[in-house]
């Protein structure tokens, strides 16, 4: 999501007619999109913030925007004399207007075209949460809850295909939620009218929440031709007492029956998640019920954090942070563990098959890549195949993280 308001502010910058610089010594303007869901990412503003210290000059400017700003806002600009703006996500006019008063328009024109959508482009549909989950603040510092009206989310859709994406991906803090405030149906009937689109190749989304998953879109993925068989899940925890205190609003046996109907569908899915270790009250016992979670369902990709209080939370208001650093770090060096073997066996299963990969660009050493309807990471070996292009890789090599294999004949 952070992603989406950075390209969306980059856009509106190129087609005022700023130039993106290729080093920061050759930049104007230095704008940071901040992230508060962790102290640690919370820490690194901060930090990037004293750093822009010593790059400020005369002509320079220092934008903050993104959810700090709904978290401290004009206090930040007391703490940091040289940021000049704080920006609210999405309320970027003024501070375009504010900047064509700093710069000096007589220099150059505006440029004719405002190019800026990559192979996969990402839009929001949904701002804000109105869950009320108590580790997170996203509800503090997004809002509540507003839904962009579908023909918009299709037109921008649109725009960014005529613009050369092959993929959209489909964002939520809580994606299943979304609700066209026109009248046109929910996330599953988004999904049908985008996948019409002329020229898209895959159709993703996230983040989807456990509580609101509905039937109608896995049947809806598992009967499109263009949407991933790719289901971001967060379970958070497999222990019912943590759930309960975490107001997640679902059991496990929920979590569960919702996994066994996507595999019904799909046995190919590629399921991701999310866990917090650590949080307040979480006992061995508890954390352990977690454990045994991830070893029977098996999930593709586990994101792990560390709990981390977050101020204005109720979790961080009502109970104390009592597991200690040193045990978090342990359970958290555990699981990874764990997943590193699982991730190594859902990866394996694919040598020998055929996957169907879009294309999005070469990495390091020159190689194509992309990834197969799973949202795995695919190597494609001795191929001149463009970005954009989908093609079908015969797998032979399998890592946890990645899979490689050549143009299948």
């Known amino acids: 999501m952070n992603l989406a308001?950075?390209?969306?502010?980059?856009?509106q910058l190129l087609a005022a007619g700023y130039l993106e610089a290729p080093d920061m010594e050759q930049a104007d303007i230095a704008i940071l999109n901040t992230c508060v869901v962790r102290q640690a990412s919370e820490d690194?503003?901060?930090s990037k913030l004293h750093e822009l210290r010593g790059w400020k000059g005369p002509g320079r400017t220092i934008a903050l925007t993104g959810c700090l700003v709904g978290k401290e806002g004009d206090e930040l600009k007391q703490r940091f004399p040289h940021l000049d703006a704080v920006v609210p996500i999405g309320e970027y006019g003024s501070f375009l207007t504010e900047l064509g008063t700093r710069y000096d328009w007589t220099l150059g024109?505006?440029?004719p075209v405002a190019g800026r959508t990559g192979?996969?482009?990402?839009?929001?549909?949904i701002q804000?949460?109105?869950?009320?989950?108590?580790?997170?603040?996203?509800?503090?510092?997004?809002?509540?809850?507003?839904?962009?009206?579908l023909r918009q989310v299709l037109e921008e859709c649109g725009r960014a295909v005529a613009d050369g994406a092959r993929e959209v991906v489909l964002l939520g803090q809580n994606v299943d939620d979304y609700r066209d405030p026109e009248g046109s149906g929910g996330l599953a009937a988004l999904v049908r009218e985008v996948e019409k689109l002329e020229g898209l190749r895959r159709v993703r989304f996230m983040t989807s929440h456990p509580q609101d998953l509905e039937t109608e879109l896995l049947e809806v993925m598992a009967a499109s031709t263009k949407v991933a068989h790719e289901l971001q899940l967060p379970v958070q925890s497999g222990d019912d007492s943590v759930l309960k205190r975490m107001a997640r609003g679902y059991q496990v046996r929920h979590y569960r029956a919702i996994v066994e109907k996507a595999r019904r569908l799909m046995p190919d899915l590629g399921l991701y998640t999310d866990v917090i270790v650590g949080f307040p009250g979480e006992t061995e016992?508890?954390?352990?019920?977690?454990?045994?979670?991830?070893e029977e369902i098996e999930f593709d990709v586990v994101h792990?954090?560390?709990?981390?209080?977050?101020?204005?939370?109720?979790?961080?208001?009502r109970w104390p942070d009592d597991v200690s650093a040193d045990e978090k770090r342990r359970r958290i060096n555990e699981l990874l563990a764990l997943q590193r073997q699982i991730a190594g066996r859902r990866t394996a299963r694919w040598v020998g098959r055929t996957a169907e990969v879009l294309v999005e660009g070469t990495d390091g050493l020159g190689r194509p890549y992309g990834r197969n309807r799973q949202g795995?990471?695919?190597?494609?070996?001795?191929?001149?195949?463009?970005?954009?292009e989908m093609v079908q890789v015969l797998i032979e090599e399998a890592t946890p993280g990645q899979l490689a294999g050549r143009m299948a004949a």
């Open 128 to 149: 804000g949460c109105d869950h009320n989950c108590t580790f997170c603040i996203v509800p503090r510092v997004r809002g509540r809850e507003v839904h962009v009206p």
């Open 119 to 125: 192979i996969s482009h990402y839009v929001n549909v």
């Open 376 to 388: 795995k990471r695919v190597i494609v070996k001795q191929s001149r195949v463009q970005p954009g």
């Open 109 to 111: 024109e505006p440029l």
């Open 304 to 317: 792990l954090a560390q709990y981390s209080p977050r101020p204005g939370t109720f979790a961080a208001g």
């Open 44 to 46: 690194k503003v901060y």
């Open 285 to 294: 016992e508890m954390f352990l019920n977690t454990r045994r979670l991830l």
């Open 5 to 11: 308001d950075s390209e969306g502010l980059s856009r």
